[in-house]
């Protein structure tokens, strides 16, 4: 299989909205050889909203890149690498507004993603989304300021340095039996947080009562990024 060509693109928003998830219930949801990385005992899980313009292969210029809004849900994870512990996301499934990704995604665009509408507000600093996917749905009303609160990390300078050292996603390829990676690498980082004053996901909505427990969300915002597969595919066992 051939590796998917890097792209860039410019970040205008991106929401991480996290979950404290049942850690037998989150290996439950990975392949091999991929497991659950713990923070004080529990997985960690959640979804992302990315707002990008300017998105086009590396060598292309920015103005005539395209504009899309994406959704992610995923997991923290860890793996064994040449007698290493490496630790990124395994992307548990992609939604995008636009048809590129769709089409191409796992081709010519890292990632096999699904269409989706996405409804986006945005003014002084407060964020409000939907997605509707057929049966999937995300709602999500956020504003950034307000004190820190989580039981994961302690401080909003804690969660940035996990959310970076968590940069490689990995997703089933279109064969369903291989994973593929996708690392995002940023011209600079800022994370900031925000208060939540309400979120829905019907995917951790349907999980088994008091699995997924709401922890805190984070707000990326005005980035250039890249995005490009760094690691060779592997062919995995994959629980369906």
């Known amino acids: 299989m051939s590796v998917v060509p890097g792209v860039r693109a410019h970040l205008r928003r991106r929401l991480l909205v996290s979950y404290r998830l049942d850690p037998d219930v989150a290996r439950g949801l990975l392949p091999a050889p991929l497991r659950p990385q713990l923070v004080n005992g529990q997985a960690l899980a959640g979804f992302c909203v990315l707002g990008l313009d300017g998105i086009r292969p590396r060598w292309m210029s920015a103005e005539v890149g395209l504009r899309s809004e994406n959704a992610a849900h995923r997991v923290a994870v860890e793996w064994d690498e040449d007698g290493a512990v490496r630790t990124g996301v395994y992307i548990l499934e992609r939604h995008s507004s636009a048809w590129h990704p769709v089409l191409f995604g ?32 995300l709602d999500a009303d956020v504003e950034v300021g307000g004190p820190w609160t989580s039981a994961f990390f302690d401080t909003v300078e804690e969660a940035s340095e996990f959310y970076r050292s968590g940069r490689i996603g990995w997703s089933r390829a279109h064969d369903g039996v291989t994973l593929e990676s996708v690392a995002l690498a940023a011209e600079g980082w800022a994370v900031q947080a925000a208060r939540i004053r309400s979120v829905h996901s019907s995917f951790f909505d349907a999980l088994p009562p008091g699995a997924a427990q709401l922890d805190h969300v984070v707000v ?21």
């Open 106 to 137: 796992g081709r010519l665009f890292p990632g096999v993603h699904r269409h989706a509408r996405f409804t986006i507000g945005e003014r002084d600093g407060r964020y409000a989304m939907t997605m509707d996917a057929g049966g999937e749905h």
């Open 220 to 240: 990326m915002r005005d980035l250039d990024i890249t995005m490009e597969a760094p690691v060779a595919p592997q062919s995995v066992a994959v629980a369906v």
